[in-house]
């Protein structure tokens, strides 16, 4: 693996909590021997069969990160492209008002003429009483002021317009740029694409008969079975330390919300708990929720991320502790947004759909775990 899952989760149980280092000298050095023995256990089996699985933990490693920046670079250019329309919507405000300021103008000239376009000696020289005289200069004054007003606002109209011109053109020679780099890193992504469809065939290749797949799909559940017996006896005993900080408590305990718990994503599920899986010889452990690629994977409830990386088998992998000797685990994603030791919220985004560790189609598998024993989702899920 590109990291050996087991120095993975020791890191991840000290960062549970940072009461953590509190605990027991002797749990803590039991702890640190079961992985150890884990590891080592590990070893031996990756390193018997291990070639093309590695080859595939490459390919969609590398895809994960590529699609990463792919979300990032369309982010860009969406920010880019809003600032664009921003800057044009200005513009044509700008040149609305510069037509009718260049219509006033004109109506201003046009009046001005009818007038004569007399100085204010000339004008008082032809009126007949002073009366007369007085009002007529403040008219002509109040339509020279306007007059120089319009014609100010006409020329600070075309220069913002001169001064959005160079901005536009500069957002979009950005945006070019930053459309060529999206390009690139489609290109990539779709080359290892294609090196993961290869993989896949090397690996259905090598398990073309059924007793390969049950026997290569019994050692990946053995494997899961282990880090999640770990994760329980780790959270167990570090729980049980004098200063640990529990789970932050955002409403009702786990053991509570049977039922009511909402789903991981939206879609329908292809695979129900307890179903057969190679012609019967095993059982679901938990549900596969068809559902588009990218979509967001929610968490179900708050807890704490306990696994966050790569695992044989189940691909991007999160578990969740919930506390109470109940845990959640997400397989098959396609990128993670959480890492081990963060806390989360109920509803909140920790992953989004994928088809890693070797799935064909996008999905999402969703396991509920009690005291390290799978347990039925649908008794907890909210009903569609």
Same mark, same amino acid.
């Given at each position: +693996?590109?990291?050996?899952?087991?120095?993975?989760?020791?890191?991840? +149980?000290?960062?549970?909590?940072?009461?953590?280092?509190?605990?027991?000298?002797?749990?803590?050095?039991?702890?640190?021997?079961?992985?150890?023995?884990?590891?080592?256990?590990?070893?031996?089996?990756?390193?018997?069969?291990?070639?093309?699985?590695?080859?595939?933990?490459?390919?969609?490693?590398? +895809?994960?990160?590529?699609?990463?920046?792919?979300?990032?670079?369309?982010?860009?250019?969406?920010?880019?492209?809003?600032?664009?329309?921003?800057?044009?919507?200005?513009?044509?405000?700008?040149?609305?008002?510069?037509?009718?300021?260049?219509?006033?103008?004109?109506?201003?000239?046009?009046?001005?003429?009818?007038?004569?376009?007399?100085?204010?000696?000339?004008?008082?020289?032809?009126?007949?009483?002073?009366?007369?005289?007085?009002?007529?200069?403040?008219?002509?004054?109040?339509?020279?002021?306007?007059?120089?007003?319009?014609?100010?606002?006409?020329?600070?109209?075309?220069?913002?317009?001169?001064?959005?011109?160079?901005?536009?053109?500069?957002?979009?020679?950005?945006?070019?740029?930053?459309?060529?780099?999206?390009?690139?890193?489609?290109?990539?992504?779709?080359?290892?694409?294609?090196?993961?469809?290869?993989?896949?065939?090397?690996?259905?290749?090598?398990?073309?008969?059924?007793?390969?797949?049950?026997?290569? +799909?019994?050692?990946?559940?053995?494997?899961?079975?282990?880090?999640?017996?770990?994760?329980?006896?780790?959270?167990?005993?570090?729980?049980?330390?004098?200063?640990?900080?529990?789970?932050?408590?955002?409403?009702?305990?786990?053991?509570?919300?049977?039922?009511?718990?909402?789903?991981?994503?939206?879609?329908?599920?292809?695979?129900?708990?307890?179903?057969?899986?190679?012609?019967?010889?095993?059982?679901?452990?938990?549900?596969?929720?068809?559902?588009?690629?990218?979509?967001?994977?929610?968490?179900?409830?708050?807890?704490?991320?306990?696994?966050?990386?790569?695992?044989?088998?189940?691909?991007?992998?999160?578990?969740?502790?919930?506390?109470?000797?109940?845990?959640?685990?997400?397989?098959?994603?396609?990128?993670?947004?959480?890492?081990?030791?963060?806390?989360?919220?109920?509803?909140?985004?920790?992953?989004?759909?994928?088809?890693?560790?070797?799935?064909?189609?996008?999905?999402?598998?969703?396991?509920?775990?009690?005291?390290?024993?799978?347990?039925?989702?649908?008794?907890?899920?909210?009903?569609?």
């Amino acid at each position: +693996m590109k990291k050996l899952f087991c120095l993975s989760l020791l890191s991840m +149980m000290l960062a549970i909590s940072p009461s953590a280092l509190s605990a027991d000298k002797d749990d803590m050095e039991k702890l640190q021997k079961d992985i150890n023995d884990l590891q080592k256990e590990l070893k031996k089996v990756q390193g018997a069969r291990s070639n093309v699985q590695q080859e595939l933990q490459k390919n969609e490693t590398q +895809m994960s990160e590529l699609q990463k920046k792919v979300e990032k670079i369309q982010q860009e250019i969406n920010a880019q492209n809003k600032q664009i329309e921003n800057l044009n919507k200005e513009r044509g405000d700008l040149e609305k008002a510069r037509a009718k300021q260049q219509a006033q103008a004109a109506e201003q000239i046009r009046a001005a003429y009818q007038l004569g376009q007399q100085p204010q000696f000339k004008v008082f020289l032809n009126q007949e009483s002073p009366e007369r005289i007085s009002r007529m200069m403040k008219y002509h004054s109040y339509f020279m002021a306007a007059h120089a007003e319009k014609v100010k606002k006409y020329l600070d109209t075309i220069a913002q317009l001169n001064e959005l011109e160079p901005q536009i053109a500069q957002k979009t020679a950005e945006l070019n740029i930053i459309k060529e780099e999206m390009g690139k890193q489609q290109a990539s992504l779709q080359e290892a694409q294609a090196q993961r469809k290869q993989t896949l065939a090397k690996i259905n290749t090598t398990i073309s008969n059924k007793d390969k797949a049950l026997q290569d +799909m019994l050692e990946d559940r053995r494997q899961l079975q282990a880090l999640l017996q770990k994760v329980a006896r780790a959270s167990t005993s570090l729980a049980a330390a004098p200063s640990y900080v529990p789970l932050p408590n955002a409403g009702e305990k786990f053991s509570s919300r049977r039922g009511r718990l909402p789903w991981p994503t939206q879609g329908r599920i292809t695979h129900g708990f307890g179903s057969s899986q190679v012609e019967g010889q095993l059982q679901w452990n938990g549900v596969m929720i068809g559902a588009n690629a990218g979509q967001q994977v929610q968490a179900v409830h708050y807890g704490r991320v306990v696994f966050a990386d790569y695992f044989r088998g189940q691909g991007l992998l999160v578990i969740i502790d919930h506390g109470e000797g109940y845990l959640s685990l997400y397989a098959h994603n396609q990128n993670l947004f959480k890492k081990a030791g963060d806390a989360v919220k109920a509803g909140e985004a920790i992953a989004s759909v994928g088809n890693t560790g070797g799935q064909n189609e996008a999905g999402l598998y969703f396991e509920i775990r009690y005291q390290g024993k799978a347990i039925n989702p649908a008794d907890w899920l909210a009903r569609a």
